[in-house]
């Protein structure tokens, strides 16, 4: 071997050590700046209340900012969108869930692919829906709402977050088990629609529990069901759906996601950081005190999680009567 090509392969070598080491000091440098948490609802809707929890002991974990911006609009859809479309940098965050994944079965063009255009960090918690009333609706059992409904059929309004969101599918597969009809309202969010049944503009609404909890407390909703398999820990007087004589169940998943390419080591990094902190006796509390249920998981069985959501999105639509828009 000639000196020059000695010298050429150390030249080559270095440069390549000094790649690495640079590549590495990135790496190890990761948070250097803020970060922000796309969240695709208003403000003071549940999923906003449950990640500013989160951010809040993210951000003290990792030492640096976590801003959340709040993107509603489109079902969702426009958060989703922003974050797809964002640096795969670790420095943008989306609040995902089961609305992504019903938007990609409600919506023809829903602008983003939950599966493509994401990875799946984890999954923060799990929520159910309490069937909810005012207090001068008459009704204190689903049975009362669905003799009425019978008796007028069409003609009880009911609201809902927007079209595809959890609480529209979730009535509409109640209407169609329990063979009855209404009008369907939507809003802009959970928390509108869920004053909306307070300020008697509808009769009813499948309500993420956590934003009916307060309203349920100071006895301005009346609640007669739950979606969920099992009684909600908070509200053990009220019976679940299938109690009540209509046979349906549904839960909504929601957890962290960044765009796609996000570099592994990164997303490691926030897969451990969200486990951490949602074992924290504090964070955990404070989630369960809004009204969900914490369950933290790896991004192999979140991305699963979000891919069987997508099949029983296919599901609920099908059961439900309801066609792509």
């Known amino acids: 071997m000639t000196t020059m090509n000695r010298t050429i392969r150390r030249l080559a070598a270095g440069a390549l050590a000094l790649l690495a080491g640079t590549a590495a000091t990135a ?6 700046r803020p970060i922000r948490w796309v969240v695709p609802y208003l403000a003071g809707t549940s999923p906003d209340n449950t990640v500013r929890v989160v951010a ?3 951000g003290t974990l990792l030492k640096q900012n ?4 709040n993107k509603p609009g489109a079902a969702g859809n426009l958060g989703a969108q922003t974050a797809a479309r964002a640096a795969p940098d670790g420095y943008t965050w989306v609040y995902s869930g089961s609305p992504m994944a019903t938007s990609m079965r409600m919506y023809k063009k829903p602008g983003f692919d939950v599966m493509k255009d994401f990875e799946h960090v984890g999954r923060i918690g799990v929520s159910d829906l309490t069937l909810v009333t005012h207090a001068g609706s008459g009704f204190s059992t689903v049975q009362q709402l669905v003799e009425r409904a019978r008796k007028q059929p069409g003609q009880l309004m009911y609201a809902s977050g927007g079209i595809g969101s959890p609480a529209h599918l979730g009535a509409a597969l109640m209407l169609r088990a329990a063979g009855i009809s209404a009008t369907h309202i939507p809003y802009k969010g959970a928390t509108e629609s869920t004053n909306a049944v307070i300020a008697r503009q509808v009769d009813f609404t499948l309500a993420i529990t956590s934003v009916a909890l307060p309203h349920l407390q100071s006895q301005r909703l009346v609640p007669l069901a739950v979606s969920a398999a099992l009684r909600h820990p908070r509200l053990p ?3 679940t759906l299938a109690e009540a ?7 909504s998943i929601g957890g962290l996601s960044v765009p796609a390419g996000t570099p592994p080591a990164i997303v490691k990094l926030l897969s451990d950081s969200l486990r951490t902190v949602l ?6 509390a404070r989630i369960e005190a809004l009204g969900g249920a914490v369950a933290p998981s790896t991004p192999a069985e979140y991305t699963e999680a979000l891919r069987a959501e997508l099949a029983h999105a296919e599901q609920m639509l099908a059961a439900a009567g309801l ?3």
């Open 27 to 32: 790496q190890e440098r990761y948070p250097s």
């Open 56 to 58: 809040e002991a993210m």
């Open 66 to 69: 976590i801003v959340v911006e």
């Open 237 to 239: 007087e009220v019976p």
């Open 245 to 251: 004589g209509v046979p349906v169940s549904l839960t």
């Open 279 to 284: 074992a924290q006796p504090e964070t955990r």
């Open 323 to 325: 066609q792509p828009e």
